[in-house]
């Protein structure tokens, strides 16, 4: 039996030509040809003054705290419901990850429990734009702003979506993005980090490049850094990715139509939301059953890839991970953040890569349907 994997990029001549050029040409003078390309585009495609090509959106985090200088004895928010990535590099700083509760509709952070959550450590709020939803940025933005506090917008997941026809990576301070390959936009692994900001810019030029100032050719470090660089082949496989956004973006969102007509019969399975105002880029096609189903996250999991179809858990709420087990606010969130840890209960992410078929979407809801009322 085949298998439906869970994800999965589109390359095309295009990419692929790129990429050849690149290796055949992109070294000596020529060696930054395709990061000052994908990196302006980029930056042109979300609305920025500036960005940055990394080898990760975990290193574009990274720097985002180091530019703004969190460090020991601060805390920053973030949503329970998000992978690890966008929390760990809190830890790297010496921050304190402080995880709150999430909306029911969109599975973003929730303004009220950002706002709850502020105290006078807060330095900063990392918003995430979960499998590309959007959050409230307006009362976000509204909130932090009047609260003195950073907003660092973690849309690893969302490109090409939209906030009242603001892109996603256009909030905040500093914004990030991921280009693994599971994304909807791949260099293979890579990220990106986008700002308005040119000090934050700087900074985090220089914190990335073993703390040197760009351009420097003394090899004269003034700070012990970091090396965090994507290769010119990422890059110009990013660069020919960018030049088909639009197709890859309406690609997800016709992948997204097929399910959500598969499943408009299904009773008691709900789907990624799309509030009024927003534009969802579906990154990964989501499905939260009913609580009277009476089947666990695990179970669903397991049963389906049993069905050869390849599922993800819903994010665990960061709260709920041994990696937390240590920190001191974590039992209390695992006790506060009820719809982190209600929908992390109940959902998966079904197949939501470029070669999902319509014959693959009838499989996986009749094979989704079937075992949810075993
Ligand atoms: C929400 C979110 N943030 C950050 C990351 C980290 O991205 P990367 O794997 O490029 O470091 C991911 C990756 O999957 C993610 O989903």
């Given at each position: 039996?085949?298998?439906i994997p869970v994800a999965g990029p589109s390359?095309?001549?295009?990419?692929?030509?790129?990429?050849?050029?690149?290796?055949?040409?992109?070294?000596?003078?020529?060696?930054?040809?395709?990061?000052?390309?994908?990196?302006?585009?980029?930056?042109?495609?979300?609305?920025?003054?500036?960005?940055?090509?990394?080898?990760?959106?975990?290193?574009?985090?990274?720097?985002?705290?180091?530019?703004?200088?969190?460090?020991?004895?601060?805390?920053?928010?973030?949503?329970?419901?998000?992978?690890?990535?966008?929390?760990?590099?809190?830890?790297?700083?010496?921050?304190?990850?402080?995880?709150?509760?999430?909306?029911?509709?969109?599975?973003?952070?929730?303004?009220?429990?950002?706002?709850?959550?502020?105290?006078?450590?807060?330095?900063?709020?990392?918003?995430?734009?979960?499998?590309?939803?959007?959050?409230?940025?307006?009362?976000?933005?509204?909130?932090?702003?009047?609260?003195?506090?950073?907003?660092?917008?973690?849309?690893?997941?969302?490109?090409?979506?939209?906030?009242?026809?603001?892109?996603?990576?256009?909030?905040?301070?500093?914004?990030?993005?991921?280009?693994?390959?599971s994304?909807?936009?791949?260099?293979?692994?890579?990220?990106?980090?986008?700002?308005?900001?040119?000090?934050?810019?700087?900074?985090?030029?220089?914190?990335?490049?073993?703390?040197?100032?760009?351009?420097?050719?003394?090899?004269?470090?003034?700070?012990?850094?970091?090396?965090?660089?994507?290769?010119?082949?990422?890059?110009?496989?990013?660069?020919?990715?960018?030049?088909?956004?639009?197709?890859?973006?309406?690609?997800?969102?016709?992948i997204?139509?097929?399910?959500?007509?598969?499943?408009?019969?299904?009773?008691?399975?709900?789907?990624?939301?799309?509030?009024?105002?927003?534009?969802?880029?579906?990154?990964?096609?989501?499905?939260?059953?009913?609580?009277?189903?009476?089947?666990?996250?695990?179970?669903?999991?397991?049963?389906?890839?049993?069905?050869?179809?390849d599922?993800?858990?819903?994010?665990?709420?960061?709260?709920?991970?041994?990696?937390?087990?240590?920190?001191?606010?974590?039992?209390?969130?695992?006790?506060?953040?009820?719809?982190?840890?209600?929908?992390?209960?109940?959902?998966?992410?079904?197949p939501s890569g470029f070669n999902v078929?319509?014959?693959?979407?009838?499989?996986?809801?009749?094979?989704?349907?079937?075992?949810?009322?075993?």
């Amino acid at each position: 039996m085949e298998r439906i994997p869970v994800a999965g990029p589109s390359i095309t001549q295009r990419e692929i030509d790129y990429v050849t050029d690149a290796v055949t040409n992109a070294w000596y003078g020529n060696a930054n040809v395709y990061h000052a390309r994908f990196e302006s585009a980029f930056a042109t495609y979300v609305d920025r003054k500036y960005a940055m090509a990394l080898p990760s959106a975990t290193s574009a985090i990274h720097l985002t705290l180091l530019a703004l200088g969190v460090g020991a004895g601060d805390e920053v928010i973030i949503p329970d419901s998000t992978w690890i990535a966008s929390a760990a590099p809190i830890s790297y700083v010496g921050a304190t990850p402080v995880f709150v509760d999430v909306d029911q509709a969109t599975w973003c952070i929730r303004p009220d429990s950002f706002e709850a959550a502020i105290t006078d450590r807060t330095k900063a709020v990392i918003l995430v734009d979960l499998y590309g939803s959007m959050p409230e940025m307006d009362k976000i933005l509204t909130i932090a702003s009047a609260r003195g506090i950073a907003v660092i917008e973690d849309a690893a997941e969302a490109v090409g979506s939209e906030y009242c026809g603001r892109p996603a990576g256009s909030f905040g301070e500093m914004s990030v993005f991921s280009f693994h390959g599971s994304k909807t936009l791949t260099t293979g692994e890579g990220g990106m980090f986008v700002t308005d900001r040119r000090d934050l810019f700087d900074r985090a030029q220089f914190l990335r490049d073993h703390g040197r100032v760009p351009g420097d050719v003394q090899f004269f470090n003034t700070e012990v850094a970091y090396k965090y660089k994507m290769s010119s082949m990422q890059a110009a496989l990013g660069l020919a990715q960018l030049e088909r956004i639009d197709e890859l973006v309406q690609k997800k969102r016709d992948i997204f139509a097929m399910y959500r007509n598969a499943f408009a019969d299904a009773n008691g399975i709900t789907l990624n939301a799309e509030p009024a105002g927003t534009k969802n880029s579906y990154w990964m096609i989501t499905a939260v059953w009913d609580r009277a189903f009476g089947k666990s996250k695990n179970e669903v999991v397991l049963a389906m890839r049993d069905g050869g179809v390849d599922v993800r858990p819903f994010f665990h709420p960061l709260s709920s991970l041994p990696a937390y087990a240590g920190l001191p606010g974590a039992a209390a969130a695992s006790r506060a953040n009820h719809v982190s840890y209600d929908l992390s209960s109940r959902a998966v992410n079904l197949p939501s890569g470029f070669n999902v078929t319509a014959d693959n979407v009838a499989l996986i809801r009749d094979t989704l349907l079937r075992l949810l009322q075993l």
